[in-house]
């Protein structure tokens, strides 16, 4: 395995970790993946007898797979490519400029799938950036079944267009990315939309900013730096998954 390979291994491990830590999926359920830069390959967490969970994942129960799903490491006993690969695989075809696609199952934003109820922009600067997910708005995928086909996987990655995330109707939420830690964060971003949109509705009477507010959060969006090859992000975006990583590290001792 080239260190290069080796890295992305570990990132996309790392963002199993983060992402199973923080309860945004079931068990050993959900799966990370991330392009091999200049092949038609990319790395996904695998699944199989061998595999412990998403939060306990390794570089080791990474595999990497062609664009048809299939295996190319097959010196790793008890692990294969999820059936879901084709989640990724097809957005990776269809959208070139992605280095990243996670799936996860997170229980708040199934609930609103669910119950058909849309993500509102409840708040603003409180994280503009998962604000202006609820501005744009998030497209959702009507099948809840598993996306275990290259057909089914070809419409997720129509139905979730340019978009940065794609609710899945009973089933979960898949996000796409420049890189491995951007796609974690916009899955976290979502899940944090989803929760205050939930405990704002038990409340009663949830509003949404004015289309003023709206509008200026929208049209204030950072750059997304160092990510053209699907390398990690740079300034605030490194800073904040930083804290992501230490926050959910095991305690020592």
């Not at 091999?36 to 990497?64: F, K």
């Not at 990776?92 to 199934?110: A, D, K, L, N």
Request: net charge neutral.
């Amino acid at each position: 395995m080239t260190s290069e390979i080796e890295s992305i291994s570990e990132r996309v491990a790392q963002a199993c970790r983060v992402l199973g830590t923080l309860d945004l999926t079931r068990a050993a359920t959900g799966h990370v993946s991330a392009r091999i830069p200049g092949t038609e390959r990319i790395l996904i967490r695998a699944r199989g007898p061998e595999e412990i969970g998403v939060r306990y994942t390794s570089a080791e129960e990474v595999v990497e797979v062609d664009m048809d799903g299939r295996v190319i490491d097959a010196g790793k006993s008890g692990l294969a490519a999820p059936q879901e690969v084709f989640i990724h695989t097809e957005i990776y075809r269809e959208r070139p400029e992605v280095h990243s696609v996670i799936h996860m199952h997170p229980p708040t934003v199934m609930l609103f799938t669910i119950c058909c109820k849309p993500l509102l922009p409840l708040y603003g600067a409180y994280d503009p950036s998962s604000a202006r997910m609820a501005i744009d708005g998030i497209p959702v995928f009507d099948r809840s079944v598993l996306i275990n086909s290259p057909s089914l996987g070809m419409r997720l990655a129509k139905t979730m267009g340019k978009s940065k995330a794609c609710m899945m109707h009973g089933h979960g939420v898949t996000t796409a990315g420049p890189s491995v830690e951007q796609a974690a964060l916009y899955m976290i971003q979502l899940n944090d939309l989803a929760t205050i949109n939930y405990h704002a509705q038990l409340l009663g009477g949830a509003k949404p900013i004015s289309k003023e507010d709206q509008d200026i959060i929208s049209n204030s969006r950072p750059k997304v730096t160092g990510v053209a090859d699907g390398s990690p992000p740079k300034g605030a975006e490194a800073a904040l998954w930083k804290y992501y990583c230490r926050v959910t590290q095991p305690a020592e001792g």
